[in-house]
């Protein structure tokens, strides 16, 4: 116990930037997932090409070769300078975006068909057919994935602890310096990490049993 009180303040900054990124990177990786998924099914063959390139080349990078490319690759084009938390946010919506996208994909997939051909009968075009009649069933049958997705991604964020962002993945490195253990960091950074599992997978739930009313 020892070890945490006395480092509350590391501990706190490691974990208020971990959810910082966590969040942040969530909504936009969501954001541009249903781009991408969209584009996956779209009727237009350089839109599907489009999508299918992206999630093909971005989801067999390694993230760390991604976070790499952010941190020491982006400042030497010269562009706008960017702090490196803003940086990791980027390359983790990025990456997570590609899983969203291919889960939301599948979503889209167990609506019936008909339901699609009927709206385009009534003039929808593919936009709102998407918006209005595919997505709200395709993120109800999706919701278990989509949170593994979203916990990956909180578990992701400890790349950035490599690349100068002082997040949950770079406390122990900071507590060794002043002579903490590095396994009871470790434990203790663990314990919070399934600590926020476990609220995400609570969420999970509260969401299936709210939506499965609906229904």
Known sequence: MDTLFNNLD??????Q???LLFAVSAVFALGIGIVVGAMRVSPVPVMRAFGTL?????????????MFFFAFGYPKLHLVQLP???????????????????????????????????ARAIGLPFSQTMTLVIMPQAFRAVIPPM??????LLKNTT??????????????????ERGEPAIVVLLWVALFFVILVGVLSALQRYLERRWKVLR
Do not use: K, W
Not at 10 to 15: C, E, H, K
Not at 161 to 176: H, K, M, P, T
């Open 10 to 15: 590391l501990f706190a900054l490691g974990f």
């Open 17 to 19: 930037n971990t959810l």
């Open 54 to 66: 992206y999630v093909n080349l971005v989801r067999n990078t390694p993230l760390t070769l991604l």
């Open 84 to 118: 490196y938390t803003t940086l990791a946010i980027i390359a983790l919506s990025i990456y997570s975006a590609t899983y969203v996208a291919e889960v939301l994909r599948s979503g889209f997939n167990t609506v019936p068909t008909g339901q699609a051909e009927a």
């Open 147 to 152: 949170m593994s997705v979203f916990i990956a």
């Open 159 to 176: 790349v950035a602890a490599g690349f100068s962002v002082a997040e949950a993945g770079a406390i122990r490195a900071n507590l060794s």
